[in-house]
């Protein structure tokens, strides 16, 4: 009995804990289950969650990318001043995508090729790219865009909100991807074991470095829909995102130690921060004391993190 109990708690635990969070504070704020704010929850959620896809490729392999938000900064001020100069919204998206993976496949590189320790590479890319972002601007926002681009953020398809449109086929491709592809299968054996991976073959360096190159993508994807959902680019954009995309990463069961996890815990894990964020604010809970929740639910998701792995 305790065993199947241990058992359901490791498998829908996080599940289980989202459950608990929605009941308290649907009984602390009336308004918290109107369909317009759970709307607003999963529309503000799914830009944290779009990079949450991202890393949970790259934690897999036991790596970390702490250089998302200000990727995330950088492409969004690109992808605002290509759409200022005229360019047609298929390729502005293109290429402020393109700008993010280059800058995740130049984070792989030097990790792997370099073997340089991914926390040291992606912390001076985040300065690197946050500098770069507020030279390119001059520190100023970028504003007011034509309405095929806006409609990337605040949109709708068939009723649902375009943003949550595209969180949702972000998670079913990765999950695709990690489940039925030789990517995946690689990127767990990597993380699982590197050593015994390199053995078997694998060539880790490219796999490695391409968890990276997917990273970035969906930090510059992120920066679409933000930038277009708030109708500005700026060199500010992003700042502690990496804490919540991390977070909801590691809440939702996949390994810091690598070869564990998926994309399905994360969503479950980018929905439970969206939610207590929602939650605080509902409830007017000053912004430090948000601060510090946050903190504590890192810390709390690394405890339980060892814990499985223990």
């Not at 972002?133 to 926002?141: D, K």
């Not at 391409?210 to 277009?228: K, N, W």
Request: aromatic share 6%; proline share 2%.
């Amino acid at each position: 009995m305790k065993h199947w109990i241990g058992t359901a708690l490791r498998q829908y635990g996080i599940f289980l804990g989202l459950i608990g969070v929605v009941i308290v504070l649907s009984a602390c704020e009336p308004r918290f289950l109107a369909v317009e704010n759970l709307t607003n929850i999963l529309r503000q959620t799914s830009v944290i969650g779009i990079m949450a896809v991202g890393m949970t490729f790259v934690i897999l392999t036991a790596g970390i990318d702490l250089s998302v938000g200000s990727i995330l900064a950088l492409t969004g001020v690109v992808c605002a001043s290509l759409e200022h100069r005229g360019w047609p919204v298929v390729a502005v998206v293109a290429a402020t995508l393109a700008l993010g993976a280059l800058i995740g496949t130049l984070n792989g590189i030097v990790t792997t090729v370099g073997r340089v320790t991914p926390f040291v590479v992606t912390l001076g890319t985040m300065s690197i790219a946050r500098g770069l972002s507020h030279i390119y601007t001059g520190g100023q926002p970028i504003s007011r865009f034509g309405a095929a681009f806006r409609y990337l953020g605040t949109g709708e398809f068939l009723g649902v909100p375009v943003p949550i449109l595209i969180f949702a086929l972000t998670v079913l491709l990765a999950a695709a991807v990690l489940r039925h592809t030789v990517l995946g299968r690689y990127l767990y054996a990597i993380g699982g074991n590197e050593e015994a991976a390199l053995l078997s073959g694998i060539s880790v360096t490219v796999y490695k470095t391409l968890a990276y190159t997917i990273c970035g993508l969906t930090a510059a994807l992120g920066a679409v829909v933000l930038t277009s959902r708030l109708d500005a680019g700026e060199s500010i954009a992003g700042i502690g995102y990496e804490l919540d995309v991390i977070a909801a990463v590691v809440i939702g069961g996949t390994s810091l130690l690598g070869g564990r996890g998926g994309v399905w815990g994360t969503l479950i894990g980018a929905l439970l921060i969206g939610t207590i964020n929602n939650g605080m604010n509902l409830l007017m809970i000053s912004s430090y004391y948000q601060l510090v929740v946050k903190g504590v639910i890192i810390v709390v998701a690394v405890l339980l993190d060892r814990l499985r792995g223990d």
